[in-house]
């Protein structure tokens, strides 16, 4: 049974940092795309952040320079570290693999979710 289990999330004021991780079970995600989603309330969960099986990185526009994206692939491990973290960032993150070609688009795989609170 594939798990996505995502872990890293809290309560953080304006300014703050988290490190997100998803830790992946039942296969191996090494040779595919992983991904990063958040989603709100009353709004449909948006693409944040991908990272290629070579380690390239793609970011929505309003994290560029704020988020970066990573992974262990000795860990079966995905990161999201966030940086500079205002209350639109607030949400809760999904882990999600593999993505297909179209990166911003979700795989099969969901995790369950972690809370991002950002205090203004």
């Known amino acids: 049974q594939v798990q996505l289990v995502e872990s890293g999330g809290g309560l953080v004021q304006v300014g703050g940092s988290l490190r997100l991780s998803c830790a992946a079970s039942g296969r191996t995600f090494t040779s595919d795309s992983m991904g990063w989603f958040r989603q709100v309330p009353g709004k449909e969960r948006e693409f944040v952040a991908a990272?290629?099986?070579?380690?390239?990185?793609y970011y929505v526009d309003s994290v560029k320079g704020r988020f970066t994206i990573s992974r262990d692939n000795v860990k079966n491990t995905v990161y999201l570290q966030m940086n500079s973290l205002k209350p639109e960032d607030t949400a809760v993150y999904y882990c999600?693999?593999?993505?297909?070609?179209?990166?911003?688009?979700?795989?099969?795989?969901w995790g369950q979710g972690t809370q991002v609170t950002v205090s203004s």
């Open positions: 990272i290629t099986w070579r380690g390239r990185s």
């Open positions: 999600n693999g593999p993505l297909g070609v179209v990166l911003t688009q979700p795989g099969d795989y």
